[in-house]
Each structure stands twice: as structure tokens, then as C-alpha cells.
């Protein structure tokens, strides 16, 4: 998207816009245009008036660059927390980027070669992690930076980071009353733009989809199941139609089969990009085909986990010998990284990527430490490279208002013991979500997005092609195959913990074989 003949030229856009109306209304912008040209003039305008400052007037998701003719420099920019991905390689003297990975690795002035510091990375978290990709040469740009690209160097700045500063002058009502109120703001946004009349949403057993249900204009609420699993641990479909129900609003249920999920595995891994340990990548997948049947824009939950302290990593206490947190996340510890990899480097550290952040918040309270490493890193590099590539690749438009930085700006601020309260996490949030939810569904525990590959992954009929996979030519190149079938024969012979490293490495070598050999 390029406005000729301006000095300031939009290049490139993806995302949405959320408080478009107020932008529009202080820059003087037409709110009859389209909306591809409403964005440009949004864009161009805020970024003539505010400069490089313009990012931290825009609440939405967004990855922007603009060409500044004056300055003679190219601007790359990435919403603060990452909603929306964006990569970047130099080349024979220019810049690529795109935030799809596999069109710069596609680029013939691209030589496609295994970043094997961030291969090794990957297998300890099952994501990968900060600035380097997969693949040698091609970064990734993180949230809250911007890329200044001159023409000869592209240097990378940081322009926003997630600063927790607890505030202790406000009782917890108060606070609720503060999330309650800017929810609602996010969603009038939501709610007025006529461009998208119809919206639905996804819904699982927990208080955060529930939440954004009861406060959206989704008509609709959507989940999946797994045929065999009904009324299991595996399946929060029961109690996400009785959220449903209490709210009045319609409810589908796309069931998944193991044949399904199992067929959809390589499709999910190359419209990734990137390899991803998180399984859950590839229900999303099929319940936004399902979702892209009735709607071109679908509301999810992401963030608030994050932003208000959701996980159990959070409440549990660093060990004494524990030097960094490694985020919420990590599949593989290094002695089992060092058993299966072929060429391990003992110089490269599960803590290289996390270590100056954790460093950079030393005497701030070990929750705000911890919720600092997993919105820099966790959130952006699993969750939202899951929504973002998946949803883009089914055709959907995710919105995750709760992802807002508004939103954020309240949670950095509510104290860890507000967050954590009566054996509840993200209690503020829960409090705020009481508002509109029934405590049951309010204050009901954590239940996650589980999906049943453990069991499947047991079963002769679904398991051939992994273990062929992981016995192959492909995996001879980066790994000890006796050593991945020993894995593969104690996972067998009941040592269901190991699934989810048996499913990061199928990953890995269904996109190495596509995109190295």
C-alpha cells in the first residue's frame, strides 16, 4: 500500500486500527473512506505530525513500514506487545521484509541455511525465541522496535518495553473498576465499526473468552471438540456452552478427529513458517476454517495471561539454584538437547535470549520479572506467531482487544498480590470479569486449551508417519536417530511427558524437509 506523490509513503501494512474514529477525528480524516484508504491517511497524517512517536498513538495491532523521502529512510515498525509478526533480511544491498518468513526465504538473494543457535533454542522452548530465526541471516523484529533502514544499514531501536510498576494506593474494587471501564472502551471501538457488522468469537471454558464474549458484539461463540474425548479433561466444550447459554448468545462446536488433526500437522507447520512445539497451533487451525465458513472476523482472548499473571509459572517460586526464568515455557532441558542433537554448541545457553532481560529487572517484585520475560518473549514468540500466522492463513481476521496496550497500562500498574488472591490467579482480572460473568464462570480455575496428542500419539494407527519422520534421512542430518528412538520407545512404554518434545522435533523436521533438503 503506497501513496505516491506524498514525502511520507505507506509501504506496508497489516493489522487493524481499533480507535481508527478518534484518529480520524484529531488528524482531520474523512471517516467515509475505504478502509484501506482510511488506514493510509491515518498512518501518513500521525506519522507527519507525531514523527516516530506516532506508534504510541495507535491502539490496535500493526506492523507499519513507511518511507520518509525528507529523511531518505525506511521505517519498520512492530506493535508493542507483537500481535502481528514481521521479519527482515539484508540482501545485495537492500532490505526484504515481509511477515510471512517463507517469502524472504523464498527470495533468490537468499541463501536458505539452518540458524543452528536458534535450532538448538528452539528445542529447549519449543518456539523460537527472540531476534534470530530459523533460519541463518533472516530476523525477526520484537515488539515495542522499529527498524531505521537508510539504504546501506538497517539498525534496530527499541521504542517501548514492558515496564511492571506496581501501584499500591488503589483498593482491588478500584482496579476492577479500571479494567471493567477500559474494556468497555476497547469494545465501543469494536462495536462502531461499521465496516465489520457481524463479528463471532472463541470461546473455551475460561474466564478470559468468557469475559470478551459477555462484553463484545459477537453474536456467535465457537469452540472444538475431539471425537472420543467428549465430558474429558481434553474438551472444555460442555462448559463453554453453558457460558454460552448464560449469555444468550448462539454457540457452534467443530469436532476434531485424530485423522484430522493428524493430516493438518504439515499444513499448519508450513503456513507458520517456522516450526512450533505448541499443538495447539493446529486446533486453532481447523477451528478458523470452521470459524471462515460463517465470519471474516473472529475475537480471541490472548494476553491476558500474560498481562495479569494466568499461568501456574507464575505463582510458583524460583528454585535458589534457578538463575533466570526461562519463560512459562520450555519442553527440553539441555542435557536432553545435548543427547539427540548432532551438533550441539555448548557455548550456545537456554538463557541467552531471557538473561538481560531478567537482568535489566533486578529489584523489581518476581512476578513483574516474570510477566516482563513472558510478554517480550513467550507471548510474541508462541501465542501470537500461533494466531497470527494461523489465522491469516485461513483467511480470518483475529482481533484480541484484550492484547490492547491500553489494557496492558492497567496490569503493569495492579500489585502481585491483587493478581494473585485466594488461590485464584489474575484475581483483578476475575474481579473486572464478575461484572458481567456469574462467579462460577468468573472465578472458575484455569482450565488451558489442551488438546488429546498424547493419547493419539500412542496409537498405532495415527503414529506411522511421526516415527517414520523421526527415523528418516531428514532427521539423520540434525539429530542422533538412536537417541530420538529410545525417546520415541519410552513415550511407548508410558512416559506420556515426552509428546510434547517428540511433537517439537516432527515439527522441526516437517519444515526442515520442506525448506533445507
Known amino acids: 500500500m503506497e501513496k505516491s506523490g506524498n514525502a511520507v509513503q505507506v509501504r506496508y501494512f497489516s493489522g487493524y486500527i481499533r480507535n481508527w474514529r478518534a484518529l480520524c477525528e484529531e488528524l482531520g480524516i474523512d471517516r467515509t473512506l475505504s478502509r484501506t484508504e482510511r488506514e493510509n491517511e491515518i498512518i501518513v ?110 539498525e534496530v531501536h527499541c521504542y517501548w518495553k514492558p515496564v511492571f510498576e506496581p501501584d499500591h494506593s488503589k483498593t482491588l474494587d478500584q482496579w476492577a473498576e479500571e479494567i471493567k471501564a477500559v474494556i468497555t472502551q476497547i469494545f465501543d471501538e469494536e462495536r462502531n465499526d461499521s465496516e465489520f457488522p457481524y ?35 481434553f474438551d472444555e466444550s460442555s462448559l463453554a456452552q453453558h457460558t454460552a447459554e448464560i449469555l444468550g448468545k448462539g454457540f457452534r462446536k467443530r469436532m476434531i478427529s485424530a485423522e484430522e488433526f493428524f493430516e493438518r500437522i504439515p499444513l499448519v507447520v508450513e503456513k507458520m513458517g517456522q516450526p512450533l512445539g505448541d ?47 526461562l519463560t512459562c515455557s520450555h519442553i527440553m532441558n539441555e542435557d536432553f538437547i545435548r543427547s539427540i542433537m548432532k551438533d550441539y554448541d555448548e557455548n550456545v545457553k537456554a538463557s541467552d535470549p531471557v538473561k538481560d532481560i531478567w537482568n535489566s529487572t533486578e529489584g523489581q517484585d518476581e512476578l513483574s520479572r516474570k510477566l516482563t520475560a513472558d510478554v517480550s518473549l513467550w507471548l510474541e514468540g508462541d501465542i501470537y506467531l500461533n494466531t497470527d500466522r494461523t489465522s491469516t492463513a485461513c483467511g480470518v481476521e483475529l482481533h484480541t482487544p484484550f492484547s490492547d496496550i491500553r ?56 503414529n506411522k508417519p511421526i516415527f517414520e519422520m523421526l527415523s528418516g534421512d531428514t532427521a539423520e542430518k540434525y539429530f542422533n536417530v538412536k537417541e530420538l528412538a529410545d525417546m520415541w520407545n519410552r513415550f511407548l512404554n508410558g512416559e506420556e511427558f515426552l509428546w510434547n518434545r517428540i511433537y517439537a522435533v516432527y515439527a522441526f523436521l516437517l519444515w526442515a524437509k520442506k525448506n533445507l533438503d
Open 45 to 154: 497524517r500521525a506519522y507527519s505530525k507525531w514523527k516516530l512517536d506516532f506508534m504510541s498513538h495507535i491502539c490496535g495491532m500493526f506492523v507499519i513500514a513507511i518511507f520518509d523521502s525528507d529523511a531518505n529512510k525506511l521505517y519498520i515498525i512492530r506493535d508493542q506487545v507483537g500481535q502481528k509478526h514481521i521479519f527482515y533480511a539484508v540482501a545485495d544491498g537492500d532490505i526484504i521484509f515481509s511477515g510471512d518468513i517463507s517469502e524472504i526465504a523464498d527470495d533468490p538473494h537468499i541463501k536458505k541455511q539452518l540458524n543452528k543457535r536458534s535450532f538448538q533454542q528452539y528445542l529447549f522452548y519449543g518456539y523460537p525465541i527472540g531476534t534470530e530465526t530459523l533460519y541463518e541471516g533472516i530476523f525477526k523484529l520484537m515488539p515495542g522496535h522499529y527498524v531505521e533502514w537508510d539504504g546501506k544499514n538497517a
Open 199 to 233: 463479528k463471532e468469537s472463541f470461546l473455551s471454558g475460561g474466564v478470559d473468552s468468557s469475559f470478551l464474549l459477555a462484553a463484545s458484539d459477537a453474536v456467535y461463540a465457537n469452540t472444538v471438540g475431539y471425537f472420543g474425548y467428549e465430558n474429558t479433561g
Open 279 to 325: 499443538a495447539s497451533a493446529v486446533a486453532f487451525s481447523i477451528g478458523c476454517s470452521a470459524v471462515r465458513e460463517h465470519t471474516k472476523v473472529v475475537y480471541s482472548g490472548e494476553g491476558i495471561d500474560e498481562f495479569f499473571g494466568g499461568y501456574n509459572a507464575h505463582k510458583t517460586p524460583m528454585q535458589p539454584d534457578w538463575k533466570y526464568y
Open 407 to 462: 489494557l496492558f497500562n492497567i496490569a503493569r500498574k495492579i500489585p502481585a498480590e491483587m493478581k494473585f488472591m485466594n488461590d485464584q490467579n489474575k484475581y483483578a482480572f476475575r474481579k473486572a470479569a464478575s461484572s458481567l460473568l456469574p462467579d462460577e464462570v468468573a472465578f472458575r480455575k484455569k482450565v488451558g486449551f489442551p488438546v488429546p496428542v498424547r493419547k493419539w500419539l500412542a496409537e498405532d494407527r495415527f
